[in-house]
């Protein structure tokens, strides 16, 4: 059974750092991209930033230069270090996890993962 869960979430203030963890179980971790995708009342789930098999990651352009995605194959964990955290990086956080055949290029693109986490709360306020 593909289990995704995530920990790590919370309240910040703004300008602060969280790191959200991925903890992963039931397929075989190194044939899969893992993303993270957040959503809001009014947004629709947005990627944020993901990393391929091969550890190459993409990022939204709002949190590109500040969040840094990453993987531990060894423990099958994937990572989502976010800095200079601003009001709108508010949301439910989802980790994601797609098959590399089937995402692709997609690497963004919700429909693409098959296996998706509970989701976790950050809010970023003062």
């Known amino acids: 059974q593909v289990q995704l869960a995530e920990t790590g979430g919370g309240l910040v203030q703004p300008g602060g750092s969280l790191t959200l963890s991925c903890a992963a179980s039931?397929?075989?971790?190194?044939?899969?991209?893992i993303a993270w995708f957040r959503q809001t009342p009014v947004q629709e789930r947005e990627g944020v930033a993901a990393?391929?098999?091969?550890?190459?990651?993409t990022y939204a352009v709002s949190v590109e230069g500040r969040f840094n995605v990453s993987r531990d194959g060894s423990i099958k964990r994937a990572y989502l270090q976010m800095n200079n955290l601003k009001p709108a990086d508010s949301g439910l956080y989802f980790c994601?996890?797609?098959?590399?055949?089937?995402?692709?290029?997609?690497?963004?693109?919700?429909?693409?993962?098959?296996?998706w986490g509970q989701g976790i709360q950050v809010t970023v306020s003062s």
């Open positions: 994601a996890a797609g098959a590399t055949w089937e995402v692709r290029g997609a690497k963004l693109t919700a429909h693409f993962y098959r296996n």
């Open positions: 039931g397929f075989d971790f190194d044939d899969y991209d």
């Open positions: 990393v391929d098999v091969d550890g190459s990651t």
